[in-house]
């Protein structure tokens, strides 16, 4: 048995501990991925929050056979999902660059070009934020959680040609609004 399910298992006898175990485990990861689902970080730590209470409330209902993180992201992105739908909002452009909030400086980059290297980190997140919430959770699914179509498919409940055209939309819309830092890249 792998050591997420134990932990499901002795939570659902009782042991709660062990369901903060995971949600250790998983917190960071799971807001570093929110952030650009939901838009904010104010809003991430809201849908990570409420993402972890309702996987507690509906423990009893996870497979298994399943890996817990994707059961665990789905949960989340619906509750993000939710959330945009009540609060219709857009994406807000406050993220973080990483979950200390700010980009590691390169010692071996000067000061000038350190600031070409936010503006461009600057920019993409502005691309992303850009996206429809559809493309965006795909983008974010595959790119920063590095999951694979099919994984996607099943956290999206999307057939895996929803999850490749989507992604395919996404790569286009985000190269058409980064094709100027791309021309200066090359």
Sequence with gaps: MNADLQLIDETLHGRSAAFGQLVRKYENRLYNSMVYVAGSREDALDV????????????????????????????????????????????SLDYIRDTTGSEPVDPELGPEQQYEEDQHWQEIQWAIAALSEEQRAVL????????????????????????????????????????GMLAIDA
């Design 48 to 91: 990570v929050q409420n993402a972890f209470v309702r996987a507690f409330v509906k423990l009893h209902t996870f497979q298994p056979y399943g890996a817990f993180y994707p059961w665990l992201y789905r949960i989340a992105f619906n509750e993000a999902a939710s959330n945009h739908r009540q609060n219709k909002r857009t994406v």
């Design 140 to 179: 974010v699914l595959r790119v920063f959680e590095g999951c694979r179509y099919k994984a996607i498919a099943e956290i999206l409940d999307l057939p895996v040609s929803t999850v490749r055209g989507r992604l395919h939309l996404a790569r286009l819309q985000l190269r058409e609004q980064l094709s």
